[in-house]
Each structure stands twice: as C-alpha cells, then as structure tokens.
C-alpha cells in the first residue's frame, strides 16, 4: 500500500505564495503521472496539476499561470508551487497518482487557507 503525506499548508493573504511538498513511500518513477487534487468544503475532489515521469504538465485552467508542479524521484516527492492566491484556492490538497495509476489510499492531504 502507498503511502502519501502531505505538507506545507497554511493560512496566506490574497495574493500570496506557498510551496506543497508531497512524500511517496514508494519510488514515484514507478508511477507516470503524479496529481495534486483539492478539495474544498462541501464540493467534489478534483484534480488540480499533473505531471509525468519526464516532466509534462497540466493544469487547471483556474490554476494555469499560477501554479507550478514539479516532480524529484530521488527524493520520492512531489511538489506544488502556488503563487497568486485566491480564496478560491482554500481547500485540503492531496496528492496521488492519476487515473489507472491512482492509488486507493489517500493521505490526510494539507489545507490551505487564503483569506484576508
């Protein structure tokens, strides 16, 4: 069983940045596409950026310009780099892989909270 844990959450102003870090209890290079989903209070978890083994993105398109994932098999981690911040942006994020490659265990994910 995979393990994710999530970190790097916290309460940001508007506007504001912060850095998501996610650590994989197994190699990631085993998994091709990694994803940082969301989920905010009373909506549907829904996929926010994703990123292959060698290094192809997509995003949101709330997100695009704003955010950056990244991804270091060395380090088993995955990472979500969020600039620009909107309330909108406030919820729990997790990370996992995508599709077929999604794991059915979820870590407890981080939350964000952007507020003034």
């Known amino acids: 069983q995979v393990l994710f844990v999530e970190s790097g959450g916290g309460l940001v102003q508007p506007g504001g940045s912060l850095r998501l870090s996610c650590v994989a209890s197994i190699d990631i290079s085993r998994i091709y596409v990694m994803g940082w989903y969301r989920q905010a209070a009373g909506k549907q978890r829904e996929l926010v950026a994703r990123?292959?083994?060698?290094?192809?993105?997509a995003y949101l398109d709330s997100v695009k310009g704003r955010f950056a994932i990244s991804r270091s098999s060395a380090r088993r981690t995955v990472y979500l780099q969020m600039n620009n911040l909107k309330p909108n942006d406030t919820a729990i994020y997790y990370c996992n892989g995508v599709g077929e490659e999604q794991r059915t265990s979820w870590g407890q994910g981080t939350q964000v909270t952007v507020s003034s």
């Open positions: 990123v292959t083994s060698n290094g192809g993105t």
